[in-house]
């Protein structure tokens, strides 16, 4: 399997549940990133791995939690979340953290909604 | 900064019409250029990407769309239009350095193409 997979594609679970997204990449890349994706709103950058070690958190609530295992797997653990949080989560990865001439590589992305 | 502007949240057309979609780009350093498409509950798909060269980038889906340094804009064109071609479509930009190494985007441009 080539590219970035999201694994569920669609996932609902109430305020009180603990979940969790996962991302995987068969690209080699060393650079992962969750995005948040609501309607009628920008793209969100929420955090930044490279090389397994986090770069970046954009001030994202607690409730979110990120692990990156390797370079290769990179998850979402959500817990007590908010029906605000209701979403498309998406995960992309790239060679490095800059995103020079290559740009990002998207997975299909989690819908999320919180009941 | 680097920031991306595109100036129509909508578009609207009829199937075999021609459209244009804008994009115009802010940033103090040379740009890497994208363009990317979301279908519906899909993540972003790269398009095309301008990275240096001819002005003239031509895409996946018979979509094209042309560097203009002085205008500092990347609109994306397509002579005609299916009904397929029914998504959401980003800009996006990065630099050579410094804040710029990131994959900035805008807010994205819903086009409708209809019968």
């Known amino acids: 399997e080539t590219g970035v997979t999201q694994t569920p594609r669609h996932l609902v679970m109430g305020m009180t549940n603990k979940k969790s997204l996962k991302c995987e990449q068969h690209l080699g890349h060393n650079a992962m990133y969750w995005y948040k994706q609501s309607a009628k709103k920008p793209l969100e950058l929420m955090f930044v791995y490279n090389f397994k070690e986090q770069t970046e958190n954009n001030s994202v609530p607690s409730r979110f939690s990120p692990e990156c295992p390797n370079s290769s797997h990179l998850f979402l653990h959500l817990h007590t979340l908010q029906p605000e949080d209701s979403a498309l989560y998406l995960c992309?990865?790239?060679?490095?953290?800059?995103?020079?001439?290559?740009?990002?590589?998207f997975g299909s992305g989690t819908r999320l909604t919180v009941v | 900064a680097q920031s991306v502007t595109q100036l129509d949240s909508q578009v609207p057309v009829f199937e075999e019409a021609p459209v244009e979609l804008r994009c115009n780009y802010s940033s103090s350093v040379s740009v890497y250029l994208f363009w990317y498409v979301q279908y519906p509950n899909q993540g972003l798909q790269l398009l095309l990407k301008?990275?240096?060269?001819?002005?003239l980038v031509k895409g996946i889906n018979g979509f094209e769309a042309e560097f203009n340094k002085s205008q500092t804009s990347f609109h994306l064109r397509k002579p005609s239009v299916h009904i397929s071609d029914t998504a959401e479509y980003f800009c996006a930009v990065s630099g050579s350095g410094g804040s710029n190494y990131k994959l900035t985007f805008g807010k994205g441009t819903l086009l409708t193409v209809n019968p």
């Open positions: 992309a990865s790239s060679p490095t953290t800059w995103a020079g001439g290559y740009g990002y590589t």
């Open positions: 301008y990275l240096s060269g001819s002005t």
